[in-house]
């Protein structure tokens, strides 16, 4: 009997997988939905004997069915994008049914779990130490020592939060964990609690995703008994971008508004209800069940430096080949855009391509051989973030981008402190200003009577960009958390590599009197 195999991703559904498989399941075909592998410029995947056909329509059934289809791929597991890869998070991808416990069992499940409370709490918080598991929602702190901070509080609860509010431009990991291998991330979770004393998790989720909602509190329910006493509650956000840093995610949980608190006290010790809490990205917790089923060892084997283990690569934007590319840190950005990727998709030149999300910054083609390596890109003021990369065509305005970055940040500031709140508005004026090659009038803000100690002489373009750089140097270092504060990255990228893009050669007309 014929199997197909058609992922139930919420990308897949969105090209049309489910017109796919309904169109298999007329032709009498047994279907099954399982996970993305992760190729999305196939989607809608199918797969029958390990083979793969796409993009598939409903048209292309009865082909694929008789062997005459144009779309075949060949083995999914030796294509390229995938057989070059090392996957240790998303060792599932494309293979499982996400939410059946048993196919979850027969490709490892739980045994990092069953290790963890073999060893006990204290030994598992040092396996993950000896990891080299470091953040992957962007600040890259040691997953181990966060732990070992709340392991050692003395509360009578601690708590358990899960950072799924994935908000950054050219980031699905998240997603496709959630969606595709939720009891990964249950498991991860429920290890974390051992190993720390807390006895009670929440996931918190974007309301953008109610596939990925609807698969956890799924595979909650089915293995509530595998993790008792660990219990565990989804929470839905409103789509608030800020929500993604921590302490603003702490208060929507609490029920407040989503603001950024001031540190210290940090979560570990002063956290959620102000109780003692570990507040790690999907990815950190899914990588978790591997460390502890496999050893320390095994995973810190993967990597370079400081980054140790793998990173799921997002790629996006004006690419070839978009999807998910899990691989040790090391690999080149040139390797990613270019080999992996495919270079564009429009076949125009790269012009450049951002790492980290709205916030990470712009790298220009020359840099392309930076290793993908936290230390490496924070040495040229750049981010690897959540891992997610945006590649761009020579026919990119760059300097177009640089105010998306200001409005962007505008209009997702929570307001808290000054320099994110106002730098931001004032920082989108001011490019508009360059853009626009028009000088500061007397009628704009600068103009109005309180502001008389403000200079009213006109500004030339060279004086605007120097008021843009002192206002992201204001921004980087005044804000109260990483949303103002990495707003200056993208800006300052695109200016130092792309000046003509702003006009930097040209001049500005004479200001009226």
């Known amino acids: 009997m014929v199997m197909v195999r058609i992922s139930d991703d919420a990308l897949a559904i969105a090209c049309g997988a489910d017109a796919v498989a309904d169109a298999f399941a007329r032709a009498g075909v047994t279907v099954e939905r399982v996970s993305s592998w992760g190729m999305q410029w196939l989607e809608p995947l199918v797969e029958i004997d390990g083979k793969g056909f796409g993009p598939a329509t409903a048209d292309d059934v009865a082909a694929i069915l008789d062997g005459s289809s144009p779309l075949g791929i060949g083995v999914i597991a030796e294509h390229p994008f995938i057989a070059k890869q090392q996957r240790l998070t998303f060792a599932r991808a494309g293979k499982t049914r996400p939410t059946e416990l048993a196919d979850y069992e027969a490709t490892g499940g739980w045994k990092g779990l069953a290790r963890a409370r073999e060893i006990g709490a204290e030994a598992t918080v040092e396996e993950v130490v000896a990891s080299g598991l470091r953040g992957r929602g962007g600040a890259g702190f040691p997953t181990g020592i966060k732990w070992r901070t709340v392991a050692a509080a003395v509360a009578d609860q601690k708590y358990i939060v899960c950072n799924a509010d994935e908000g950054d431009s050219a980031t699905f990991a998240d997603r496709m964990l959630m969606e595709g291998d939720p009891y990964c991330l249950i498991e991860g979770m429920a290890i974390a609690g051992l190993a720390t004393g807390a006895t009670k998790g929440y996931i918190y989720v974007r309301s953008e995703y109610p596939h990925a909602i609807a698969k956890l509190e799924e595979a909650i329910r089915r293995s509530a008994h595998l993790v008792a006493p660990f219990m565990l509650e989804v929470r839905v956000g409103a789509g608030a971008y800020v929500c993604g840093e921590e302490t603003s995610l702490l208060n929507s949980l609490e029920g407040k508004r989503g603001e950024v608190r001031a540190k210290p006290p940090i979560p570990a ?75 564009t998709d429009d076949g125009s030149p790269v012009k450049a391509a951002q790492v980290g999300g709205p916030l990470g910054a712009y790298l220009h083609p020359d840099q392309f051989d930076i290793p993908f390596d936290y230390e490496a890109y924070a040495a040229v003021d750049a981010l690897i973030g959540h891992g997610g990369i945006t590649v761009f065509g020579e026919g990119a305005d760059m300097a177009g981008m640089a105010r998306f970055a200001m409005e962007f940040c505008a209009a997702e500031s929570c307001g808290k402190c000054t320099p994110c709140r106002i730098g931001s508005v004032r920082g989108k004026e001011l490019i508009d200003r360059i853009m626009a090659r028009v000088p500061r009038q007397r009628d704009t803000l600068e103009g109005l009577p309180q502001m ?30 990483a949303l103002g504060g990495f707003t200056p990255y993208p800006v300052m990228s695109a200016l130092k590599h792309w000046p003509e893009d702003f006009g930097a050669r040209q001049s500005l007309p004479e200001a009226a009197e």
């Not at 990815?283 to 140790?308: C, F, H, Q, T």
């Not at 009213?456 to 060279?462: D, N, Y």
């Open 452 to 481: 008389h100690n403000a200079p009213t002489a006109p500004r030339s373009l060279e004086d605007e960009i120097v008021l843009l750089e002192d206002l992201c140097e204001t921004m980087k270092f005044g804000s109260l958390c």
């Open 269 to 343: 010790l002063v956290g959620l209800f102000g109780k003692p809490t570990i507040v790690n990205n999907v990815l950190s917790l899914a990588a978790v069940p591997y460390i502890l089923a496999e050893g320390a060892k095994a995973y810190a084997d993967y990597g370079m430096g400081r980054s140790r283990g793998t990173m799921p690569i997002q790629l996006a934007g004006n690419i070839k080949h978009g999807g998910l590319y899990e691989t040790a840190f090391g690999i080149t950005l040139g390797q990613l855009v270019n080999e992996i990727g495919g270079g």
